[in-house]
């Protein structure tokens, strides 16, 4: 069995006890930086954004404890996953609770959906506490005794941000605040940071690699792939039949939607893998390339 | 045999004469209520914004009556449906008609498509006259002797307004205007109300249960179901054969795009279904959950 | 054995010698003409924006000269085509060569894809170079030998520009400059053209229409067609199984995207093909129909 890689995020840890798996994410300001020496004052879960990546296995019984150590009230929601009404994570119309600042909520539910990419993210005053970057991937895993063809099985986050103080066309090092209602977006990153300190996917030749993608920002952004054809096996948690799968080297990933793709690695070198958007490219409009890019390096030929 | 439901907007009403339904559409300008006490100046038809839905069987035979109450001409195009050439309501280019004010125009035609979910809108300065409001849903029902499984369909129209008049960040009664070729964008409605104005949509357990997503704005709006998935299982009116039907919980839908979709009410609550572009849940860029965002609320359990 | 037809632009001829396709690309400063009278100070390839149309088959051995005149350097990427690392055209970070100005370079490579719809575009500053017209159309063809039920073919290449120094909600005869960093996007375009410019698509009654659609813009444009509907074939040069067609009338296409779309022509007349984003639809924000429209026209009923 193989644990998705979200690389420059760690995967969230847990302790059995008692046959459930209990988890701790803990929501908080976050300085992240998105560039050498370029930082952002963001909000995040223990420490990154995106927070930790949480892995588990259908069927699964989870206690994730949700601490709030920012200054107003927060709440997560597992997007995608079909849990009870009060733990949705909405308490703006669901039985569900705001967790208050220095206060926590044990979100319990079973896994009952089955392997796929889901996200978490906040849904307490949405639109500015997502923009802030309150948020995460959750991926239930294939069963450890299914013979998978995988050999590397990869998830990228996508967020946008409004940093401001910051003159269009110029790259300063520096801590930045945000702007999470400005419709302004400068910085687009890819697990919580921009091209060229986007980390690259490694792979070998003869490999199947597995990418997820995740969309947590404003935009669809279409992730292009350079060199090999994505197949396209799943979306928003949820495998297609084999019969429907089918081939692109571009893939518009909307807002809250996840894509699970493979590829067979047959053309050795060095690939782009970006957001398609040509803004989307630029750091700050600044004309080197950056922003959501990344590559996928063959590390030997 | 069950009618569509679009919350808050009333079907048009039909005189069947010599085997022709005969409706009348009045394009005129609606002060529409967005939030309760904030109201548009904007342009819809029959004193709605979008207007009502007209709701038909293949085969029928209509005469659709649009009189031009605005203050310059205008037109409408069944969007979606094979008419003739001179029916589909695109006078700068085609023999159809531009209806000027106080003037009307009889679109004449025969539904040929099979059942499914389509759109009507103006195509005369289309780019001011839709960003003012004018549009409905445009319904060819499953033909009453076919057995369904559905208990409860609904149709909701997405729509984005660009308000003037009133300060980012705040939100106050009144009635404004709007700015139709405006790009900053800032009240985002499902059926023509912004939550938490919007209506929710009923459900009880152990139904099955056809949403359908009309988009006649600017944006794709990604649309986001929680607590359960989306059989997604047609497109601008067209089936998708059963065997590529496909599951989703988060549908991005583009401007002119409809969607078709199905679920099975198992998992009681209050489930929000909403945009996933955080901004969109906003009213003005303001804190609360506002916007493209409504509810699907079990009655019981 | 037909060729694909991209209205207003020329394909690009080529020599053959010793078994090996000889293209010739010169990217370069293009006046390009949007409107009558009104001109962009735009890059392009061998005086067009978008650049001529590269018509290649399977198994071909190509040599694409590319001899940059513009004052910075440039590169070309084959977007959608499995090259080698060192043909693929993205200096930053593969081995492949960036071109200065004065320069060449001959991107050599066999055509491995199976028949489809590519672009081809730079790959240096691209935020800045993309948005300055620097792209074209690239089609494998199918096979001659190949029996095909198509009788036109066309290609639809979409664009966008900022062009500054033109107050909005005005139009005046000129030629501007572009500032390609600004998101204030005015003018939108097919094959270089915005309506009333654009050239129909002719048609006539009783054929098999293909209309393929790529995307070098900013925006997923959702392209809506009157009259009739899509059969979606084929997306980034794979296609689809035939079990997997589907139909539409609107068809999202994200920036990086190619579909692939055929249609029978049963109902005749001047039918509108357009971007279904208001917006889009306006010429730097004035009221008649401009923009991202064309029609597909039958020339004899």
């Known amino acids: 069995m193989i644990l998705v890689i979200t690389p420059g995020i760690p995967n969230l840890p847990y302790v059995l006890k008692e046959g459930i798996k209990h988890f701790l994410l803990v929501a908080e300001p976050v300085t992240q930086q998105l560039l050498p020496g370029l930082y952002i004052n963001g909000w995040g879960y223990n420490g990154y954004i995106p927070g930790p990546t949480i892995q588990v296995f259908q069927g699964d019984n989870v206690n994730i404890r949700v601490y709030n150590k920012l200054s107003e009230p927060t709440s997560v929601h597992w997007h995608g996953l079909d849990v009870p009404n009060v733990m949705?994570?909405?308490?703006?119309?669901?039985?569900?609770?705001?967790?208050?600042?220095?206060?926590?909520?044990?979100?319990?539910?079973?896994?009952?959906n089955?392997?796929?990419?889901?996200?978490?993210?906040t849904h307490y005053h949405t639109a500015k506490q997502e923009m802030m970057g309150l948020g995460g991937t959750f991926i239930i895993l294939d069963p450890p005794q299914k013979q998978s063809i995988i050999q590397r099985d990869y998830f990228m986050m996508l967020q946008e941000f409004a940093v401001i103080g910051m003159k269009k066309g110029t790259l300063s090092p520096?801590?930045?605040?945000?702007?999470?209602?400005?419709?302004d977006l400068n910085f687009f990153t890819i697990n919580g940071r921009c091209f060229?300190?986007?980390?690259?996917?490694?792979?070998?030749?003869?490999?199947?690699?597995?990418?997820?993608?995740?969309?947590?920002?404003?935009?669809?952004h279409p992730i292009h792939l350079h060199g090999h054809q994505f197949i396209v096996t799943a979306t928003d948690g949820n495998s297609f039949l084999e019969s429907n799968q089918y081939l692109k080297n571009?893939?518009?990933?909307?807002?809250?939607?996840?894509?699970?793709?493979?590829f067979y690695t047959n053309n050795p070198g060095i690939w782009p893998l970006h957001c398609h958007i040509p803004h989307h490219l630029s750091n700050n409009s600044t004309t080197n390339t950056g922003g959501m890019f990344t590559t996928v390096t063959y590390t030997e030929k």
């Open 250 to 262: 571009t893939i518009l990933v909307g807002a809250g939607e996840t894509y699970d793709t493979q």
């Open 114 to 121: 089955p392997p796929g990419s889901h996200m978490y993210h």
């Open 174 to 183: 520096g801590t930045y605040n945000l702007e999470p209602l400005s419709h």
């Open 88 to 112: 949705d994570g909405v308490p703006e119309v669901e039985p569900s609770p705001r967790i208050d600042p220095n206060h926590y909520f044990d979100y319990q539910f079973k896994i009952t």
């Open 196 to 220: 060229p300190y986007t980390i690259p996917l490694l792979v070998k030749k003869d490999e199947n690699i597995r990418i997820r993608i995740g969309n947590l920002g404003m935009n669809a």
